[in-house]
Nanobody, 115 residues
Framework: QVQLVESGGGLVQPGGSLRLSCAAS????????MGWYRQAPGKQRELVASITRTGTLAYADSVKGRFTISRDNAKNTGDLQMNSLKAEDTAVYYCNAVWGVNDYWGQGTQVTVSS
């Protein structure tokens, strides 16, 4: 059974930081491209950051310089370090793992940036 489980969401003030983690099980994680997506109320889900199995990184323009994606293949985990958070970062954040036709999602974790 494949599972992606996110953790680390919560309420933070503008300018603050959060670190999201994604724990994968049931897959050979090192083969997969891992991504973090987010969906705000009334908006489409969007890609925030991704990291390929060879370590190539990609970021949405809106988070460049503030967010950092990483992965630990030995632990089957991936992280998203989020700094200098803004109100517009408020959303449900989802972990995604893709390899060929295999495409898996976590259940999501809420991030709320508010004073």
């Amino acid at each position: 059974q494949v599972q992606l489980v996110e953790s680390g969401g919560g309420l933070v003030q503008p300018g603050g930081s959060l670190r999201l983690s994604c724990a994968a099980s049931g897959i050979t994680f090192r083969f997969y491209r891992m991504g973090w997506y987010r969906q705000a109320p009334g908006k489409q889900r969007e890609l925030v950051a991704s990291i390929t199995r060879t370590g190539t990184l990609a970021y949405a323009d809106s988070v460049k310089g503030r967010f950092t994606i990483s992965r630990d293949n030995a632990k089957n985990t991936g992280d998203l370090q989020m700094n200098s958070l803004k109100a517009e970062d408020t959303a449900v954040y989802y972990c995604n793992a893709v390899w060929g036709v295999n495409d898996y999602w976590g259940q999501g974790t809420q991030v709320t940036v508010s004073s």
